[in-house]
């Protein structure tokens, strides 16, 4: 079964810019789309990157995604960290019929 | 706007049944697939179920295939989540989701708030 695989959690300093990597389990990762979602504590997620790397409005700029397929992985990168991005990140993609999630990552702005 | 309201959570025993709802308002309902996701308490998102803006197509995940039934009603712009022979492993938060697209699903995009189901003796 395809996975998506996130690390456990990061950590960086406000200001900074921090990426987190989401690698497919088997065949290629730039074959489907995308997704990022962020859900702050308490709260539903919602959605801060789309198709690899679109911003839905509202979104601030800071956030970017892109696809490296040498990898097969996605990363979500923020730059200009601020504490209001304390969250769990979530990535997302599809494979034969299969909706799949990564596990989270925990990001904290310290 | 695009609102999505989740309805019928709450204390079930193991393998009872319960029928979650989603209301949705803001947009053509008819036009656009919908998603079920489930987050256990402390844990990550699942993807439970998913159904085609015309109800033709749904995929279930493996874990509550021949337990979960996804439909619609077009008419009450309302998804439905029948989940019969409930387990405690299917304790979770039950978020509704949007495609962002109109057609065929494609793109998770929009989140409701979640409604929590509890299985438990």
């Given amino acids: ?110 | 706007q695009v609102q999505l309201v989740e309805s019928g959570g709450g204390v079930v025993q193991p393998g009872r049944s319960l029928r979650l709802s989603c209301t949705a308002s803001g947009f053509i309902f008819s036009t656009y697939s919908f998603y079920w996701v489930r987050q256990p308490p402390g844990k990550g998102l699942e993807g439970v179920a998913v159904i085609s803006f015309d109800g033709s197509n749904k995929y279930n995940a493996d874990s509550v295939k021949g337990r979960f039934t996804i439909s619609r009603d077009n008419s009450k712009n309302t998804v439905f989540l029948q989940m019969n022979s409930l387990r405690p492993e299917d304790t979770a938060v039950y978020y509704c989701v949007r495609d962002l697209w109109g057609g065929d699903p494609s793109c998770p995009f929009h989140w409701g708030q979640g409604t929590l189901v509890t299985v438990s003796s």
């Fill in chain 1, 1 to 110: 079964n395809f996975m998506l695989t996130q690390p456990h959690s990061v950590s960086e300093s406000p200001g900074k810019t921090v990426t987190i990597s989401c690698t497919g389990s088997s065949g290629s990762i730039a074959s489907n789309y995308v997704q990022w979602y962020q859900q702050r504590p308490g709260s539903a997620p919602t959605t801060v990157i789309f198709e690899n790397n679109q911003r839905p409005s509202g979104v601030s700029d800071r956030f970017s995604g892109s696809i490296d397929s040498s990898s097969n992985s996605a990363s979500l990168t923020i730059s200009g960290l601020k504490t209001e991005d304390e969250a769990d990140y979530y990535c997302q993609s599809y494979d034969s019929s299969n909706w799949v999630f990564g596990g989270g990552t925990k990001l904290t702005v310290l």
